[in-house]
């Protein structure tokens, strides 16, 4: 068996990759390295490209032609779920584009087999607390759910025409590494970022301490990367007939075709500081902070056009989420721009150094008390009409018309147009009452 894997280079596809040639198969990696390292492939075929580009899927074809690969696992991929909410057109454009150019290689070179890594993040905010496979409604919440979502929809839907068997792998929360050259460098998720603060001589901050958990901190179930390339090995090999689980493609009839990966248990984020104090050895005390302190900065950075938000829940990339951008900025004429540092990310005024250093450009920090928000349109304002042209962005990517985006009690939802215009608005009566109080 060859088996192509897109994003191959990164952190959990070299784990596959790696889990492949132990297993014997013939692996070729398809990556652009924007984030993967070559040097984790192990000698396989490397062809540097992005799959999101225009004529991708016609080169994925020669590829998977040239190579006789019958078996695609699909990595390559936007992921950071904080980026797709600012950058949601960009998210569609990469994932989307992605999956399509690779369904395309599939039906021209005529491999049949495809494993898909899906997330957890398709479910949005699920009625159980055990989240089945077949879970109704399935919401995602940010643009970066809703491509892994709308991925999954466009395999399946190429299963009849082109003969394409397609599984989809459900990640909940990814940790560890198996060889520690095939580690993940960057630090978005809530382990690296624990050691990288102990590193920088800072205690770990816990965001909220009032979650209904046992211990009130957030409960997240957690995989080890080993054992997932394992899953993923053994999706891909389901036509080997060496393991029961390799079967499962081959089946004529089969009742799902995505699977969650975990374990069945949770870890709150206590009890995983707590266990880095006790492998570290490190006597610090952990910070415990609100449930949103960047709750304060993201909502500001919207409301002015900020060109980034430093916030402590997601790890910026200095290079390309600020200096780039800058530059980029730079190129179209604009020639200010505003950085939010929200608190507990680290100083403000080291940020303004680095970026005077990285840019040349002149900067001043001010450190607000508190904010007013007066004037028109106000910061809220520019919010909300953030919120509702997002919203409606949406919906017409759903392939929902005649619909009016509304905020009804502060939460964005769209209604058919003629049942918005037949509502008629209530006096606000808690209101007037509060009004005809104080003006006595």
Known sequence: MT????????????????????????VVVVDDLSYGKPTRIEGSRLYGMDIAAPGAGERLAEIMKAEGVDSVIHFAAR????????????YYQQNLNGMLN?????????????????????????????????????LPINPYGQTKLFGE???????????IRFCGLRYFNVAGCGPVELE??????????LFDRLKKGKAPAIFGDDYPTPDGTCVRDYIHVVDLAKGHVKAVDLADAHIAALKYLDRDERKYDAFNVGTGEGTSVRQIVDEVKKVTGLPFKETVMGRRAGHLALQVGCAVGATAICLPERQLDFDTEIVERMRIGRIKGRNHHIIIVAEDYGSAQEVADQIHEATGIDTSVTILGHIQRGGSPSAMDRVMATRMGYAAVRALMEGKTNRVVVSDNNIVTDIDIEEGLAQSKDLNQCLFEAQQTVAI
Not at 3 to 26: M, S
Not at 106 to 131: I, N, Q
Not at 153 to 163: D, T
Request: with cysteine; proline share 9%.
């Open 102 to 138: 690779v369904l395309i290689g599939m039906r021209d070179s005529g491999a049949k087999k495809l494993v898909f890594s899906s997330s957890a993040a398709t479910y949005g905010v699920p009625p159980v607390d055990v989240v089945p496979e077949d879970v109704v409604p399935m």
């Open 153 to 163: 929809w466009m395999a399946r839907a190429c299963e009849e025409p082109y003969g």
């Open 3 to 26: 088996v192509l894997v897109t994003g191959g280079c990164g952190y959990i596809g070299a784990h596959v990759v790696h889990a492949l040639h132990q297993a014997g198969e013939k």
């Open 79 to 90: 992921k950071q779920v904080g980026e797709s909410v600012e950058k949601p057109l960009w």
């Open 184 to 193: 993940d460098p960057a630090i978005l998720n809530l382990i690296p970022m």
